[in-house]
């Protein structure tokens, strides 16, 4: 592991993690998982994702992933939906105590509805962004069209292991021969020497589970269940996931197949355009000997027991 990256995480007081859109269960789990671990070592860090994972709910953490990229800081922002033309003019004026901001609608146009106006905090300075699954910055949807200047490259760590990822960030751990981006993180941790605790392991160890469909799909290794068993000697309790494809292990699980008809067991004969012939069973043909070979029969009294007697012998 590079020690350069290793040193801008131990140094950073602020983490940024955002997640692909399109991401699946393992990178949620891996960006919660370090989540935790950023917290535990007393740093600010919060996950950041606008898409959509089913059973995402079941990891540790996943009630704090904001849908906005929340920076935190001390500067207010006020947004709302916007047309081109919408607004005519933005003012302000001071009254007694009171600060007031005018948005003033162009002719014909509605004005703005309280129930579409957002408040958040923003312009806080953050040491550290890690992307998770995100071949491109684009990837990330909206967090990053809204907000493209946030990505400073020299800040930015993008963690992928898909063949894909444009790698643009400033560290790059891409590591397209791991099973899951979870693994990943454990070889991060492992070289920051962090420890993990229980909550950070079953996160991990579910993310492992699902990429790698219960250890069932193609890109399963060894070292997959080296993980799996470090993660449980750290604590990592079992969060289920139903498999993503379920194959029948016996004739049991064939039940719902449709009965396939009897089939005579006289032999059958395929035919070139596919038509199925029952065979019949050849005629048992009579051997019929040669009379040449019938004439070196012996005589029919030949096996009969003889009778000599001695005048027979002189």
């Avoid at 947004?79 to 014909?108: C, H, M, Q, W």
Wanted: with cysteine.
């Amino acid at each position: 592991m590079n020690s350069e990256l290793v040193n801008l995480f131990i140094k950073a007081k602020a983490a940024l993690i955002v997640v692909a859109r399109e991401a699946k269960i393992d990178a949620l789990a891996s960006a919660l998982a370090l989540q935790l671990s950023l917290v535990a070592q007393g740093k600010n860090a919060r996950v950041c994702f606008e898409g959509e994972v089913e059973n995402a709910q079941k990891l540790i953490g996943s009630g704090q992933i904001s849908k906005k990229l929340e920076l935190g800081g001390n500067t207010l922002k006020v947004s709302f939906p916007y047309t081109d033309g919408a607004i005519d003019k933005v003012t302000y004026n001071i009254t007694d105590d009171r600060f007031n901001l005018l948005i003033e609608p162009r002719v014909g146009q509605p004005p703005l509805q309280n129930k579409d106006i957002e408040f958040a905090y923003t312009g806080a300075e953050v040491d550290l962004i890690i992307t998770f699954d995100a071949p491109s910055l684009e990837s990330l949807g909206n967090l990053y069209l809204e907000n493209p200047d946030v990505f400073v490259r020299e800040k930015l760590v993008n963690i992928d292991r898909h063949f894909n990822n444009q790698e643009y960030g400033l560290y790059n751990l891409v590591e397209k021969q791991f099973s899951s981006s979870c693994e990943i993180i454990v070889k991060l941790l492992q070289a920051l020497r962090w420890d993990l605790n229980p909550d950070i392991a079953t996160n991990l160890y579910a993310g492992l589970v699902a990429s790698t469909n219960n250890f069932t799909s193609f890109s399963t290794n060894a070292q997959s269940f080296e993980m799996a068993s470090f993660l449980l000697k750290a604590g990592a309790r079992k969060i289920t996931f139903a498999p993503t494809q379920q194959r029948p292990t016996s004739f049991n699980d064939f039940s719902s197949a449709p009965a396939v008809p009897a089939v005579s067991s006289a032999p059958v004969d395929i035919g070139s355009t596919g038509a199925v012939f029952q065979r019949q069973p050849k005629e048992e043909k009579k051997v019929v000997r040669p009379q040449a070979e019938q004439a070196k029969q012996p005589p029919q009294d030949w096996l009969k027991p003889k009778i000599f007697k001695s005048s027979d012998l002189i």
